[in-house]
């Protein structure tokens, strides 16, 4: 898809789940707009929507109505305007989980160099660019390293690299920092903010987290199923 | 792009390997079953060619002496051997007894055979050490299975032979060594009563009226020593000549002779369409049951390696990994087993067939069609792993 690179826009988005009588709406019109290099916080209480939102920006679950546009290209449109939903994730859409959630059988550069294997790149040329992007997360030393002899800091910085690899227009960050203390939190946010400028990357981090929320510059609070914007502390780390 | 399947197999390999030697174990247990029929039949046809015969004269409506009891009085191979087209023929006889070696019992089947001419139809073809029976009486030629070596004596009934001879694959259809003798030694023995038998046998006689006339002395020990003597054998084995074919010579003997005759092509289907049928039917069963506990461990590994990989494959679906790429690694996963417990069941077959006390052939042409069979239940079985990594939602990934 081409000249994705202008962020996430995304009008009135709907999600009900069931129909009739026992219908939920989880969505009730969310609006949001996220820019290349900017990092905004999505934050909200339990059952407020958060993970419904971020499934249909993940296109994973399919909105009920509204519409997502990504750079110039509408996604969706009452219905998806992308065939290929699979290959949308993997060219446009980064992940960050709560758990880094590594593949356990993959060393740390072919966990991060994967994606671009999938997309049809060389072996060569993605260990290479995963390569420069551990270096750049300052994990290389560890890429011959199984998931399971890193640390939980190391692991999480192995994900971030994995959703950076293929230089995706937006990355969807669900409570990354959740399982790190204090000090790991914020270098985490620092990383993705560092990440979000080199590559014009537009990120969105879901968070429960206090320690975190103040570095945002701009905040969406969801509740109820909508979102309302306000400016955040933007606090330097 | 790299093998993912292949990586999960080394990063896990205690797990696949083990449970590849267990299913190997299982393969090598199915390979063998495929091994003892073969060797039954390979023990029919070595039985009809140590022979050395071309046809199998036996008592007319009967299926010849390895099927059925066949009894022919000793003399008519004299008249066959007049007969256009048989170059030798030699009164042969079988029976399967229990006897003791070196303080435990081995089952043998004697035969008893000619010996009074070297090459003659049933003996032993070739002998491993010692030398051919060159006496009438009390002499033997042992298959090595049966445990004897030369020199060693062998009591049959109420006589004692010496071993003289080792022979190797001369086996009944049912496997058991043979144990050659001399035919008159092997008469007797087949018939032989105890002598409590004997004097109350003669008792009778003497008691018969018919057979006890005042007025003709020597009938009753005329009768009594034609009731000594066994006079029958079970079976004439038939050279033909050359230039003459098994049925030109077989026909004028079923016609003038009025006996059943058998061609080596006739008597193979007896011994394996007819004497092994049940037995081939039972380890067919035992095969097809093989095959499915097979199919079904595979499934239940591959299932189980497969949930418990049920986030990362929702991970793999969520960065846009194909569906195929996902079957495709649980198929190889699948494959990768099947071929890890192939090699370890040819490996186990192949060490353990030696020590079964039957003769086990493991063929080149069975060991390809298990591979492919266990190829095929592998893939087979990997279907439901499959289908559930396929069923598999991306959302999984993402909490909430």
Known sequence: MADMHMGITIEGLRKRYGSGDTAVDALKGVDMQVSPGEVVGLVGPSGSGKSTLLKCLGAVIEPTAGRMTLGKNTIYDEQWKIPDLGALRRDNIGFVFQAPYLIPFLDVIDNVALILMLAGHSNAESRKRALELLEALDVAHRAKAMPSQLSGGEQQRVSIARALVNRPPVILADEPTAPLDSERALAVIKILNQMAKQYETAIIVVTHDEKIIPTFKRIYHIRDGRTEEEPGEGREI | ?400
Request: glycine share 10%; with cysteine.
């Open chain 2, 1 to 400: 792009m790299i093998s993912l399947a292949g990586r999960d197999i080394v990063h896990s390999w205690g797990k696949f390997v083990f449970t590849g030697i267990g299913l190997g174990l299982l393969i090598g247990v199915t390979l063998t079953m495929a091994g003892v029929y073969r060797g039954m039949v390979d023990d029919a046809r070595t039985l009809l060619n140590n022979s050395g015969a071309d046809l199998w004269v036996v008592q007319q409506g009967t299926l010849g002496p390895y099927a059925e009891a066949s009894s022919l009085y000793d003399d008519e191979y004299r008249g066959i051997l007049s007969m256009a087209g048989v170059e030798q023929a030699a009164n042969v006889t079988y029976l399967t007894s229990q006897i003791s070696q070196d303080g435990h019992d081995v089952r043998v089947m004697v035969v008893g055979i000619e010996t009074s001419s070297h090459g003659a139809p049933g003996q032993p073809g070739f002998l491993l050490a010692g030398r051919h029976i060159t006496r009438g009486h009390y002499e033997a030629v042992a298959d090595i299975m049966t445990g004897f070596t030369i020199g060693d004596e062998v009591q049959i009934r109420r006589n004692t032979y010496q071993v003289v001879g080792l022979t190797k694959r001369m086996v009944s259809s049912g496997g058991d060594p043979m144990l050659f003798i001399p035919i008159k030694d092997a008469q007797e023995a087949q018939f032989l009563k105890d002598n409590d038998a004997i004097i109350n046998q003669r008792r009778r006689t003497a008691a018969n009226p018919a057979f006890n006339q005042p007025g003709v002395p020597g009938l009753l020990e005329a009768v009594i020593a034609s009731q000594s003597v066994n006079p029958f054998v079970n079976a004439i084995l038939v050279q033909i000549k050359p230039g003459y074919t098994a049925e030109e010579v077989a026909e004028p003997i079923r016609r003038w002779k009025r006996f059943q005759v058998y061609t080596r092509v006739q008597m193979e289907t007896i011994l394996i369409e007819k004497l092994i049928k049940t037995a081939a039917k039972q380890i067919a069963m035992f095969l097809v049951i093989l095959a499915i506990v097979s199919a079904a461990i595979v499934a239940f590994i591959i299932y189980t390696l497969t949930i418990g990989k049920i986030r990362e494959i929702a991970v793999l679906k969520l960065i846009g990994t194909k569906s195929r790429t996902i079957a495709s690694m649980i198929l190889q996963q699948a494959i990768g087993l099947g071929m890890i417990g192939f090699v370890v069941g040819k490996i186990a077959a192949t060490f353990w067939a030696p020590i079964f006390p039957k003769y086990i052939l493991l063929e080149p042409a069975d060991t390809v069609t298990g591979f492919v069979l266990i190829m095929l239940i592998c893939v087979l079985a990997s279907l439901i792993a499959i289908h559930a990594a396929l069923k598999v939602d991306p959302a999984e990934a993402i909490g909430g």
